[in-house]
């Protein structure tokens, strides 16, 4: 018999577990931002009385991510999955959600298909040791009074107040959030975050290619000798032209998926997604 119960700390070791199985990138940290951001909308599958599978929410506003979801491999095509995915959905439904968002692997993508989600965009995972990247005169990292700025900034880019999000990852590693300025004018925003395999980097937007490129140029700088992850849309030409010429590859790929009412968002102008979690 399939159950599913709220996720709390102590099932950490079972998400950590899966996401190893799943070759996900998540650490301990990730998953306890995921529980204090989403309390009650964080599920474990359990399926005979023991625990099997997970899914987490992430309520900004009328959007709502779904992510993480993920069932052990000995049991999955039982349905375990969609059962999750229903549970999300419902949970973000009594929150008043308008618009169900996520990415999609691969193998998620039938799952999310068969429960009515259409494909948007697609993002291209690239990965790599970085080489070059430096400092820019207009780049620096964030002041504590320049955030608010930035969320209206994302929000403007992604059509979605990430607000909670920015904030959280701003609090956990202040000096990773770097900002650039043209004219006095915040134009783009990046940050980066510690990974299980690799450095992630994002999320992070730019209203130009300029802003975009220096923007990664610290980063990578300031994640020398380190494998990093980035996730860029690939309808975004500049970031890829830019990851490719820092020598990052393209590893996997996902879906950006919705159910419900359209997002009005500039993926050409989104130059880091902040890991599938979360957009
Ligand atoms: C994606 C994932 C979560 C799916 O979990 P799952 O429990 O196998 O999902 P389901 O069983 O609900 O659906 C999988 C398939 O089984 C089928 N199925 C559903 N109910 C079933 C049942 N009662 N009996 C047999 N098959 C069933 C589904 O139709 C689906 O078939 P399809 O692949 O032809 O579309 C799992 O493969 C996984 O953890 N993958 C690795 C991590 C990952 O990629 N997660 C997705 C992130 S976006």
Redesign the pocket.
Same mark, same amino acid.
Request: proline content about 7%; glycine content about 14%; overall charge positive.
């Given at each position: 018999m399939i159950r599913i119960r709220t996720m709390t700390a102590a099932d950490v070791p079972l998400g950590m577990r899966?996401r190893e199985?799943?070759?996900?990138n998540q650490t301990e940290t990730d998953w306890r931002r995921f529980l204090d951001l989403e309390p009650e909308g964080c599920f474990v599958?359990e399926l005979d009385g023991e625990p099997v599978?997970t899914?987490t929410n992430c309520v900004f506003d009328s959007v709502g991510w779904?992510?993480?979801?993920? /069932?052990?491999?000995r /049991?999955?095509?039982?349905?375990? *999955?969609?059962?999750?995915?229903e549970h999300a959905l419902a949970y973000l439904a009594a929150r008043g959600v308008r618009t169900a968002r996520?990415?999609?692997?691969?193998? *998620?993508?039938? /799952?999310?298909?068969?429960l009515g989600f259409t494909a948007e965009y697609e993002l291209a995972r690239v990965e790599g040791s970085p080489e070059g990247g430096g400092p820019h005169g207009a780049v620096s990292p964030i002041a504590a009074d320049q955030l608010d700025v930035v969320v209206e900034l994302d929000r403007e880019v992604t059509g979605t107040n990430r607000r909670r999000l920015i904030e959280r990852l701003y609090r956990e590693k202040p000096e990773a959030m770097h900002v650039f300025l043209a004219s006095d004018r915040i134009a783009g925003y990046l940050t980066f975050r510690d990974g299980f395999h690799a450095t992630q980097i994002g999320p992070g937007v730019a209203l130009s290619d300029e802003a975009g490129r220096a923007l990664g140029d610290v980063a990578i700088e300031r994640c020398a000798g380190q494998t990093v992850f980035v996730d860029v849309p690939t309808d975004n030409g500049p970031a890829l032209d830019w990851t490719e010429s820092r020598g990052l590859v393209v590893q996997r790929r996902?879906t950006r998926m919705r159910r419900g009412e359209p997002v009005v968002d500039h993926p050409s102008q989104l130059w880091a997604g902040s890991g599938?979690e979360k957009g």
């Open positions: 899966l199985q799943a070759g996900f599958a599978g899914v779904i992510a993480m979801l993920l /069932v052990d491999q /049991v999955r095509g039982r349905g375990i *999955g969609t059962r999750l995915t996520l990415d999609a692997t691969p193998r *998620g993508r039938p /799952v999310y298909e068969k996902f599938p």
